[in-house]
């Protein structure tokens, strides 16, 4: 193989390499994924086709989650699921790293904090998390019940720690939410995420 020919090689490696690890698109086909639930059962977002459903990135030790789960997540939780909304909130910290959990601490946690997700999902390799491009605690998108992705970004607009500044943010999930239960495209389809990074592994 000439030295032209093995570039050619790698550059068409290197290509494919960062095609499968693209970020999604708002506006199309949302990753498919299937994770172990905090019930002890493997779940597929494919389990969910035909439903609304919230992807919720996590981590319960994060100074910005815990704003959000001084009720104002709780609240988001239970009134969408009232809607038949499938809320995941999924949890990407790596063994060893802040936020990691198994099984029985997630349960601890829905159970100590109020939440009412649908499920909470385990994804210690990180895989979906990179998958979805993932960034931070929180970290949500939407998709739709033709299974497009419609919305990714911050759960609102003002990226502060303080639970005092939530009745002022613009409320960007919620939004998205109800503007895609009425039928209606998503005013705003995407925003910046704010929180703790996530912990993933190497």
């Not at 172990?36 to 059962?41: F, L, M, S, V």
């Not at 996590?58 to 815990?66: D, G, L, R, S, W």
């Not at 499938?86 to 100590?112: C, E, R």
């Not at 960034?135 to 003002?158: C, E, F, Q, R, W």
Request: charged share 20%; net charge positive; proline share 6%.
């Amino acid at each position: 193989m000439t030295l032209m020919s093995r570039f050619a090689v790698a550059t068409a490696a290197a290509f494919f390499t960062l095609a499968a690890h693209a970020a999604p698109k708002v506006g199309e086909a949302a990753p498919a994924f299937s994770l172990p639930g905090h019930d002890g059962k493997t779940h597929a977002l494919a389990d969910f086709k035909g439903k609304t459903v919230v992807l919720e990135w996590t981590n319960a030790e994060c100074p910005f989650v815990k704003k959000h789960y001084a009720g104002n997540m709780q609240a988001l939780q239970k009134t969408y699921t009232g809607k038949d909304v499938v809320w995941l909130s999924i949890n990407s910290s790596a063994p060893g790293k802040q936020g990691h959990v198994d099984a029985a601490g997630a349960t601890k946690i829905v159970k100590d904090k109020g939440a009412a997700p649908t499920l909470v999902l385990l994804d210690g390799n990180g895989k979906v998390g990179k998958a979805y491009d993932a960034k931070t605690t929180p970290h949500l998108y939407v998709i739709d019940k033709a299974g497009t992705l419609v919305y990714a970004g911050g759960i609102d607009s003002n990226p502060s720690a303080d639970p005092a500044d939530i009745p002022g943010a613009t409320p960007y999930v919620k939004n998205a939410l109800d503007e895609v239960l009425a039928g209606k495209p998503v005013t705003t389809a995407v925003t910046k995420p704010y929180g703790c990074s996530i912990k993933y592994g190497s």
